[in-house]
């Protein structure tokens, strides 16, 4: 089983941007789809970024759409998200999955123990 471990949360101001990493130890996640998700106190977990295992193909939540990136670093088993241009609406506890595919077309395999990011207007 996989470990996923996420850093790189923190408080911002609205505007600003902050990397979040994802980190994988016990297996390689290169053939893997991986994504990121969060959760706002009292909302349900939503999809923020998802990536496939090459890295050719991305798809991300409607709210962060030409703010946010995702890539991925097979060579280092990493996972990033890029946030630019944060709101205050962006504050949530960030979470890294693996899918159990090279697709996200497939369940979720295994999930990380979240990053909070707190954005300040």
């Known amino acids: 089983q996989v470990q996923l471990v996420e850093s790189g949360g923190g408080s911002v101001q609205a505007g600003g941007s902050l990397r979040l990493s994802c980190v994988a130890s016990?297996?390689?996640?290169?053939?893997?789809?991986m994504g990121w998700y969060r959760q706002a106190p009292g909302k349900q977990r939503e999809l923020v970024a998802r990536?496939?295992?090459?890295?050719?193909?991305?798809d991300y939540g409607d709210d962060v759409k030409g703010r946010f990136t995702i890539s991925r670093d097979h060579a280092k088993n990493m996972v990033y998200l890029q946030m630019n241009n944060l709101k205050p609406e962006d504050t949530a506890v960030y979470y890294c999955n693996t899918y159990k595919t090279f697709t996200w077309n497939s369940a979720i395999d295994s999930w990380g123990q979240g990053t909070q990011v707190s954005v300040s207007s």
């Open positions: 016990g297996s390689s996640i290169r053939f893997n789809a």
């Open positions: 990536i496939t295992s090459a890295g050719y193909d991305t």
